[in-house]
């Protein structure tokens, strides 16, 4: 049975500019994106805007999207800017993912998997075929207590409940891994975006309810930096809404889907 929860880095501008995604006048969700949890995902490529941390110190950012997932029962890498192999050690910064128990997780990783600060819930609260909405948050505190700075809400909730920490972590590096969406993922995701900002709790509600209670809305408010809506319907291409115009490409046999939130 599903739980039923209702839960900076510069952009290369003049100081005090503001970047804002326009307002979308007529907002409609109709499409998702389908994944076989074998080799499907969509890839951004590596724009400097999607890492937020240098190696010494880390910034602000949160990152929200909306899934269904076929089965519960391997690691789903939601969404993710790291390497999803043993080696090199040297290509790993974030990932948004649910565990093989239905865990929900957000890591954060000093260059390598053995490196990392987190936080996760502490026991399994994801179902089978059963849409959620996830975003994590990060303030950017760095070190050894970042994990404290970062915080995880399902469906419009915090869940974070327990640390998943290892070795001693200073800071993010910008490695050159491409930013995807759906890898190791089988089912359906929809409309992921990231800030370069820590949301508030309120901005987090502000998601979940943008079109009545667990349905998605025009986030051109919160200023995402990158904003995937998969409204396309066709071809390999997933355009940006955001304010950076991070294209991405549906990888091998990812396709659209008429399944929304």
């Known amino acids: 049975m599903g739980v039923n929860i209702n839960t900076n880095k510069t952009l290369g501008v003049a100081a005090g500019t503001s970047i804002i ?8 969700n109709t499409k998702s994106i389908e994944l076989d949890g074998i080799s499907d995902f969509v890839d951004c490529g590596d724009p400097s805007n999607l890492s937020f941390g240098n190696g010494t110190t880390d910034s602000p950012f949160s990152i929200s999207c909306w899934f269904k997932l076929q089965s519960v029962g391997a690691t789903k890498w939601l969404v993710t ?3 999803i192999a043993a080696s090199p050690s040297n290509k790993y910064e974030y990932v948004l993912f649910v565990g093989s128990t239905g865990i929900v997780g957000f890591n ?10 987190g936080r996760k819930s502490s026991a399994g609260i994801i179902s089978d075929n059963t849409w959620y909405h996830l975003v994590g948050t990060y303030n950017g505190v760095g ?8 915080k995880i809400y399902l469906n419009g909730v915090q869940v974070d409940n327990a640390s998943s920490n290892n070795n001693a972590y200073v800071a993010m590096i910008n490695s050159t891994e491409p930013f995807k969406i759906g890898q190791s993922t089988d089912g359906n ?26 349905k998605p809305g025009d986030l051109s408010s919160l200023n995402p930096i990158s904003w995937w809506r998969f409204e396309e319907g066709t071809g390999t291409s997933a355009s940006d809404s955001g304010s950076a115009s991070n294209t991405g490409t549906l990888e091998n046999s990812t396709s659209f889907s008429t399944t929304v939130p």
Do not use: H, M
């Not at 995604?21 to 409609?28: N, Y």
């Open 108 to 117: 954060l990783y000093d260059g390598a998997s053995v490196i990392r600060r």
């Open 81 to 83: 800017k790291r390497l």
């Open 189 to 214: 995701i929809d409309e992921v975006a990231v800030f370069n900002t820590e949301l508030s709790a309120s901005n987090v509600t502000s998601i979940y309810n943008g079109s009545g209670t667990g």
């Open 143 to 150: 070190g050894t207590n970042a994990d404290l700075g970062i």
């Open 21 to 28: 995604a326009p307002k979308i006048s007529s907002f409609t």
